[in-house]
Nanobody, 114 residues
C-alpha cells in the first residue's frame, strides 16, 4: 500500500508561482510512475505531468510553465508551477503506480485570482 500526501496548494494571483509537494510512503525511486493531475469544478480530471523511467512529460496546457521533479532521498515529488493563470485553478492530485496498482493522494487546492 502506498500513501500519497499532497501539500503546497493555496491562493495566488495570476502570474504567480506555487510549488506542490507529494510525499510518498514508499521510496520514490521504486515507484514506476508518478504524476500530477488536476480537476477543476465541473470538469473531468486531467493529466498534467508525469515522471517515469522514460523521462518527464507535460500536457500542452502547462508545458513551459510547470516542472515536475523528484527527490528520492525525501521520497517526494514536486510540481513547480510558474506563470499561473485562473485557468489553472483546480484541485491537484498526485498519482503513483507501483506493482501494477495505482494510488492517489487526497488532493490540494490551487486557486488563481485574476
Amino acid at each position: 500500500q502506498v500513501q500519497l500526501t499532497e501539500s503546497g496548494g493555496g491562493l495566488v494571483q495570476s502570474g504567480g508561482s506555487l510549488r506542490l509537494s507529494c510525499g510518498t510512503s514508499e521510496s520514490a525511486a521504486v515507484l514506476n510512475m508518478m504524476g500530477w493531475y488536476r480537476e477543476a469544478p465541473g470538469k473531468e480530471r486531467e493529466w498534467v505531468a508525469s515522471s517515469t523511467g522514460s523521462g518527464l512529460m507535460y500536457s500542452d496546457s502547462v508545458k513551459g510553465r510547470f516542472s515536475i521533479s523528484r527527490d528520492n532521498a525525501k521520497r517526494t515529488v514536486y510540481l513547480q508551477m510558474n506563470g499561473l493563470t485562473p485557468e489553472d485553478t483546480a484541485t491537484y492530485y498526485c498519482r503513483a503506480i507501483w506493482g501494477g496498482t495505482e494510488y492517489w493522494g487526497q488532493g490540494t487546492q490551487v486557486t488563481v485570482s485574476s
